[in-house]
């Protein structure tokens, strides 16, 4: 088998390790480890916050965070903390509101919502807090304006935000490594993370005044589940310090510390819980709130300290994300039928689609069709409000920083993969002209990773055991994927709303439990059903459970024609 392969869905496939002969479970994950990069694996598979925990004040104007917030501890003054909606604002806003709390602080909070004010920081957020310390958390990057406004009018703010950023806004202190004078070692981390480490650095602070006499300090170490949910949710890479936190976070999640997480965990039906427990079910749930609602009510549920209230809290966001599902896919029903596809790219805008779920539906579109798409909502004044997901080879930041220049595009910004920007409804066709003329290059083929090659009796529990000393698993951290050669497959069936379930089996009689989300209605179920001669099958492979019974199943990604030589 050549060390790149197209799948029979068009995707190309790039083998890290050819080498077929792993009958040695130590000798794979040596190769799992190699093909990460990873030097020491003792090392790597027992992270120590303590060896990795940088000193916080690295960071440019820390200092200058910390000394004012822990001025407005000691004074009294109110802090208003200030965040955004998803996961990591809302994470964010909880491990200030714990800390705060454990310190006797006085402060509020504060969430915009989504359809009603946006994303970020507004001037009517700040007037309405104009005797507070302001501290922005996962936002205030780019509210050039809003912050300008507030120092003309003597308010102070800080911020702790990770977003791109080319200028700095005029405040108290901004924290965020992407900085252009930063040194950028730290760009990785979420908002959540750097929130974590003013956090840790305020409580040295306090602690080295003498504040802590006769009172009992907060445990840091106990707010790294938040920092380990935004971590994953935002899909920063899970690498250096992330990793760490991720890791050690797991630990607490599992160990169900968080009366709110362990409220939603009791719905949860899984075998483990890892980083894809936090991203398949932790984040849809939490995110619901600010989809659907107010994601006060997310906060609410990781801050408490009442079980009774997380239980009542979690059964909302249950509530919430149902919701969500269904109004996903009647959205998308609707947007694939106004698929251009001659285009490439996919731009949709429809005056009756709800803001919340236009990221989720951007993303479902850009991963069906492989090109850089912008769904378009409208709020309450008319104004468009877009989410955008991208391709590997086009920064969307860089695109929207182009289209507010030009005066197409109002304001906005995020990442490279994934942004959102508001516009005016009339200008929707000058944003469509704009991005004909800018994303001219061809789109290439989706690719997928894989490991190595490896026959299917291989796939054992003594195996994943064996290879979990690599996790957690996420960006930068992938999951282990495996090209499972020359099987068929057999007992089809549709299982939830469109996902596939199957029978692996290869010629020495073994067989393994198989599943393909979202595969019923797309290419790849087609070609599974179709498809009369053995075939290679790309995937993970992970414990599942199903009424009470753990059992090893491969979560199929793809599948292409067996070779001769495979």
Known sequence: MSDTITSLTGRVWRIQSGKRDHRDINDLVATLAKNRGVENLNDFAKPSLERHMPDPFIFIDMEKAVVRIADAIKSGQKIAILGDYDVDGV?????????????????CYSVPNRMDEGYGLSIGSI????DCLLVAVDCGSGS?????????????????????????????????????????????????????????????????????????????????????????CDVVELVGLNRVFVFAGLKLIRDRKNFGIDAILSFYRGAQIASETISFFLGPRLNAAGRMSSA???????TTENPIEARKNALLLEDLNRQRQIMECEILEKANSMVDESLNFICLYHENWHAGVMG??????????????????????GMGLASCRSVVDLDLSKLIAK??????ISSGGGHAMAAGFSIEINKIDRLVEFLKAEIRHEI?????????????????????KAVSVLEPFGVGNRHPKFIIPNVTTSSHKIVGKNHMTMLLHDDKGNSLRTIAFKAADSNL?????????????????????WKNERYLCLQLEDVSDCTPEA
Do not use: W
């Not at 006060?296 to 990781?302: A, K, P, T, Y």
């Not at 069906?368 to 378009?376: A, D, G, H, L, M």
């Open 91 to 107: 994470s964010s806003i909880a491990i200030l509101v714990k800390f705060l709390s454990a310190v006797g602080a006085n402060f």
């Open 127 to 130: 007037e309405k807090y104009k």
């Open 144 to 232: 050039l304006t809003e912050l300008a406004y507030a120092k003309e009018h003597g308010i102070d703010a800080v911020v702790i935000d990770h977003h791109k950023i080319s200028v700095i806004p005029d405040a108290v202190a901004v924290v965020n490594p992407h900085r252009p004078d930063e040194s950028g070692d730290y760009q990785y981390l979420c908002a959540t993370g750097l929130v974590f480490l003013c956090v840790y650095a305020l409580n040295r602070m306090l602690k080295l005044s003498g504040f802590y006499e006769g009172k009992k300090e907060p445990a840091i170490s106990d707010y790294l589940d938040l920092v380990a949910l935004a971590s994953v």
């Open 296 to 302: 006060d009510i997310s906060v609410r549920l990781l």
């Open 360 to 381: 989720i539906v951007a993303g479902r579109l850009k991963e069906k069709f492989n090109k850089p798409t912008i769904v378009i909502s409208h709020d309450k004044n």
């Open 403 to 408: 289209g507010i220049q030009l005066g197409i």
């Open 444 to 464: 290439l083929p989706q690719e997928a990773y894989a490991d190595c090659i490896l026959d299917l009796d291989m796939l054992t529990f003594d195996l994943l």
């Open 525 to 545: 179920g087609r070609v599974i059903i179709e498809s009369q001669n053995p075939i290679n099958a790309l995937g993970t492979c992970v414990i599942s459970c």
